[in-house]
Structure formats: structure tokens, C-alpha cells
Nanobody
Framework: QVYLGETGGGLVQAGGSLRLSCAASGGSISTRPMAWFRQRPGKEREFVAAITLNSVITNVTNSLKGRFTISRDNAKNMVYLEMNNLNPGDTAVYYC???????????????WGQGTQVTVSS
């Protein structure tokens, strides 16, 4: 069993940056691909970024490329999401997920955090 806890969300002005952290406990994430998803108000949960277990491959959804970066530190059992040049459209609850499989599909991830709220004001 892996427990995931996201931190780092909050209120930020448009153009600002935030770094989300995901701390894992109860088990190591070093053998798991990890991902971030988000759920914007009134919308379905959507893929944001994923990273393979050894960080060799990362993927950020096309609409967020150039602004969002995913990284991990297996020694610390942590995953991060760096978000820059935020805009109100990025307002969402952001979730960390641990999979057995790497990819943009939510159902391939079997452990999820509770989410952290990110609100971007104009």
C-alpha cells in the first residue's frame, strides 16, 4: 500500500509559479511510474504529466508543455510538479498518482493522493 500526499497548492496571481510536491509513504515509489492529474471546476479529471520510474522519460500534456515540469527524487520518495506562468485556466485540484503503468490514462494508476487546490487569480 502506498499513501500519497500532495502539498504546495494555494492562491497565486496570474503569471506566478508554484511547485507542488507529492510525498509517498507506506512503500517506495522507486519502482512505480508517477503522474500528476488535475480536475478543473466542472470538468473531468485530466492528465497533466507523467514520469517513468528512473526519470528517463517524462511527458507533459501538449497544452502545458513549456510551463509545467515533472520530476522525482526516489531517494526522498517524492514527486514534484513545477508550474510556471500560471493562468486562471490552471485553477484546479491537482492529484498525484502512482501506477503500475506509465502513461496518460488515469485508470493505469492505482494509488492516488487527496489532491491539493491551486487557484490562479487574474
Amino acid at each position: 500500500q502506498v499513501y500519497l500526499g500532495e502539498t504546495g497548492g494555494g492562491l497565486v496571481q496570474a503569471g506566478g509559479s508554484l511547485r507542488l510536491s507529492c510525498a509517498a509513504s507506506g512503500g517506495s515509489i522507486s519502482t512505480r511510474p508517477m503522474a500528476w492529474f488535475r480536475q478543473r471546476p466542472g470538468k473531468e479529471r485530466e492528465f497533466v504529466a507523467a514520469i517513468t520510474l528512473n526519470s528517463v522519460i517524462t511527458n507533459v500534456t501538449n497544452s502545458l508543455k513549456g510551463r509545467f515540469t515533472i520530476s522525482r527524487d526516489n531517494a526522498k520518495n517524492m514527486v514534484y510538479l513545477e508550474m510556471n506562468n500560471l493562468n486562471p485556466g490552471d485553477t484546479a485540484v491537482y492529484y498525484c498518482a502512482a501506477g503500475p503503468l506509465y502513461g496518460p490514462i488515469a485508470t493505469t494508476y492505482d494509488y492516488w493522493g487527496q489532491g491539493t487546490q491551486v487557484t490562479v487569480s487574474s
